[in-house]
C-alpha cells in the first residue's frame, strides 16, 4: 500500500536520506526506530507529501506521492499524521477540532461530520470531553483527540511522528492503547516511536534508520530481540 522506494533527500548540501526503501501493506504495522536525527520524521514528511525529494520514488497505492502535484491536497487527506505536539486548534473545542476537516476538506455535512466525530471521540474515551477546549485537557487526552482527528479524514493509513514523546510518563500509556486498538481493527501505520515494548508487541515489522539509511529491517522480535547490526545493537543498549 505505500512504496518508497530509494528516496534521497538534501537539505542543501546535507544529504539527510540516503537510498531509503520502504513497504507497507495493507493493514501492517511498521516501527521506525532510530537515533536522533537520522531522518525519521523527514522519512514521514516525504510520504505526506510535506516534503519534497530529489530522487526516487514514493507510491501510495500506486499513485505517485509528489508534494508538487495539484492533487496532493487529495492524497494529503488519504494518509493521515499525527505529530509529537498535538497541533489542536486551541480556540475550537475538541468536536470542533474533530469535525474541522471532514466539514471544510471532505465536505461532508455538518450534521453527519458531528455524528461521526462523536462516534471516534467515544472511540478515543473522549465523548464526555466533547465541548472542552484543548487547554483543559491533559497531553494525553490532547493526543487521543489528535488521533480521532486523523480518523475523522477516512484515512488509509495514519503516520505517527513521536506521538508519545511529549507526554508525561504516566500519560503515554493511554495514547498506546488507542493506537494498539486502531492496529488491532487493521489500519495501515506507520510508527516512529522509542516505545520499544509497544514495537515488540505491535510491530509487525521495525526498521532501524541510521544517518539516513535503514540498516537494518524486519519482525520486531529479531530487530528488537537479536540485532545483527552494530548500530542496532548500540542504539537499543543505550536507549534500554
Ligand atoms: P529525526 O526525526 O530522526 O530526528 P529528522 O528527519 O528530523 O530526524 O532530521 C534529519 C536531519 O535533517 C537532521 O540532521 C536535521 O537537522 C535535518 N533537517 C530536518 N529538517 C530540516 C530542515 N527543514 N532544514 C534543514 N535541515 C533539516
Ligand atoms: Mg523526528
Do not use: W
Not at 465523548?127 to 477546549?133: N, P
Amino acid at each position: 500500500m505505500i512504496e518508497v522506494k530509494q528516496i534521497h533527500k538534501c537539505f542543501g548540501k546535507h544529504e539527510v536520506l540516503k537510498g531509503v526503501s520502504l513497504q507497507v501493506a495493507q493493514g501492517e504495522v511498521v516501527c521506525l526506530i532510530g537515533p536522533s536525527g537520522s531522518g525519521k520524521s523527514t522519512v514521514l514528511r516525504c510520504i505526506n507529501g510535506l516534503e519534497t525529494y530529489e530522487a526516487g520514488e514514493i507510491l501510495i497505492n500506486g499513485q505517485r506521492v509528489d508534494s508538487m502535484s495539484p492533487s496532493i491536497h487529495q492524497l494529503r487527506t488519504r494518509v493521515g499524521m499525527v505529530f509529537q505536539r498535538f497541533n489542536l486548534f486551541p480556540h475550537r473545542t475538541v468536536l470542533e477540532n474533530v469535525v474541522e476537516g471532514p466539514i471544510f476538506v471532505n465536505r461532508i455535512a455538518p450534521d453527519v461530520a458531528k455524528k461521526s466525530a462523536m462516534a471516534l471521540l467515544e472511540k478515543v474515551g473522549l465523548a464526555q470531553r466533547a465541548d472542552s477546549y484543548p487547554s483543559q485537557l491533559s497531553g494525553g487526552q490532547q493526543q487521543r483527540v489528535a488521533i480521532a482527528r486523523a480518523l475523522a479524514m477516512q484515512p488509509q493509513a495514519i503516520l505517527f511522528d513521536e506521538p508519545t514523546s511529549a507526554l508525561d510518563p504516566e500519560l503515554v500509556g493511554e495514547v498506546l492503547a488507542v493506537m494498539r486498538t486502531l492496529a488491532a481493527d487493521g489500519m495501515t501505520m506507520i510508527v516512529v516511536t522509542h516505545e520499544m515494548g509497544f514495537a515488540k508487541e505491535v510491530a509487525d515489522r521495525v526498521c532501524f534508520l541510521h544517518s539516513g539509511t535503514i540498516v537494518e529491517e524486519g519482525p520486531a522480535k529479531d530487530v528488537l530481540g537479536a540485532p545483527q547490526h552494530a548500530r542496532t545493537k548500540d542504539f537499543l543498549r543505550r536507549i534500554l
